[in-house]
Every structure is written in C-alpha cells, then in structure tokens.
C-alpha cells in the first residue's frame, strides 16, 4: 500500500534539523564538475578540477558555519532537506537557497511595512 510509504517519508522529511551546518557529502558533485571542463575522462585536470571544487565547497562550508545561526529554522530544515535530493549535494546549493529564503522574507516583511510612515493620514 501506497499510504504507509508516504506516511514514512513525510515523517523523514519532518525530522527537525539540528541546529548546525550539516555533513553533507560533496565528491560526487565535484567529480561532475570536474569531469564536465575535461576533454576526455582520463584529462589530468580533472583531478585538479575536482580539487579546487573541494577546496570551494570546504570555504562554502566554512562560510555557513558562520552565518547558520543568523538563517531562519524553517529554512535550514527545507533548504537541507532540498540540498540532499537528488544524491548530488552541494555546500554552495545550501547557502544558497538559504540566502534566497532569507531576501525573500525581507522584501516580504518590507512591503508589509506602511509604504510611507511620514504622510499624515487624511481624515
């Protein structure tokens, strides 16, 4: 039956996040990249392509660490759970999604804001 399968995964999915960056596994990604700018797949660049993706991924990762306690909960746990699909996920990918969650909610709280506070009301 179809129901107690998406009763499972709704539940996976609605696991909180804890509160710090997550472990998220990178090679394959890389090793995409990588293999993408190479001419065939034994090009000796490829591995220093997949190096520097690492290297990147391991500053993005850094970067995140700083500025996780500042994102939003709801987003840590739905830009996690996004980064996660698909098998491929990326540091980058994470922050972001949670840089876009983050400006969407400010232009959301600024247009809710009174457009212009100074104007006296009319009577």
């Known amino acids: 039956m179809i129901l107690p399968a998406l009763l499972a995964l709704g539940a996976q999915l609605a696991v909180p996040v804890s509160d710090s960056v997550p472990t998220l596994n990178v090679d394959q990604v890389c090793t995409g990249i990588a293999q993408q700018g190479g001419v065939t797949f034994h090009d000796p660049q ?8 690492l290297d990147g991924e391991q500053a993005t990762r850094d970067e995140l660490v700083k500025q996780w306690s500042s994102f939003n909960g709801s987003d840590k746990i739905a830009c996690t759970n996004e980064s996660k699909m698909g098998g491929q996920s990326s540091y980058t990918e994470l922050l972001t999604c949670l840089e876009m969650a983050r400006d969407v909610r400010a232009l959301h709280t600024k247009a809710q804001a009174p457009q212009n506070a100074a104007t006296p009301a009319k009577h």
């Open 46 to 53: 490829i591995a220093h392509e997949k190096k520097d993706c």
